[in-house]
């Protein structure tokens, strides 16, 4: 795949793993996200894993959800780039999880905006903790 794409491997998908990430993980917000993290040494030629979750809380029309999503993957995917060249300098791979806690209807480039901080605080928050 291309360097701007988001192939099926690099999302976090599966029971198991979700809820060992969910249990292990450090946690960070960043509004309208909640962002649970895991440092892993397994799988390094995937760097970075992610996934994404909106509550039905949000909204009940899963045509809004699935939007929501949409424009999140799509944020995370432009500005990926960053994060992968990071954890490739570590040697280090990372999952990470978004839970979406805003309103029903976020303004894309916000939302751009606050994904590009949420990967920056990743890497500083990696840092800190797994150094």
Same mark, same amino acid.
Request: net charge positive; hydrophobic share 35%; glycine share 4%.
């Given at each position: 795949?291309?360097? #701007? ?10 029971? /198991?793993? =979700? ?6 993980? +450090? ?8 962002? =649970?993290?895991? +440092?892993?040494? !397994? ?5 970075? $894993?992610?996934? =994404?979750?909106?509550? $039905? ?5 899963? /045509? %809004?959800? #699935?939007? =929501? ?10 500005? %990926? ?10 040697? !280090? ?13 976020? +303004?894309?480039?916000?939302?751009? #905006? %606050?994904?590009?901080?949420?990967? #920056?605080?990743? %890497?500083?928050?990696? +840092?800190?903790?797994?150094?």
């Amino acid at each position: 795949m291309g360097l #701007n794409s988001l192939s099926k491997n690099e999302r976090l998908h599966g029971t /198991v793993l =979700i809820n060992h990430l969910f249990k292990q993980g +450090d946690k960070l917000k960043v509004n309208p996200f909640r962002v =649970i993290w895991l +440092d892993r040494k !397994t799988e390094l030629n995937i760097p970075v $894993r992610f996934g =994404i979750s909106v509550s $039905r809380r949000i909204s009940k029309l899963a /045509v %809004k959800r #699935n939007y =929501i999503k949409r424009i999140c993957r799509e944020a995370y995917r432009t500005s %990926k780039q960053e994060l992968i060249s990071y954890c490739k300098e570590e040697e !280090t791979g990372l999952d990470f999880f978004l839970i979406y806690l805003g309103p029903v209807d976020p +303004d894309p480039i916000e939302i751009h #905006n %606050k994904i590009n901080l949420i990967l #920056n605080r990743l %890497k500083e928050a990696h +840092d800190r903790y797994c150094k």
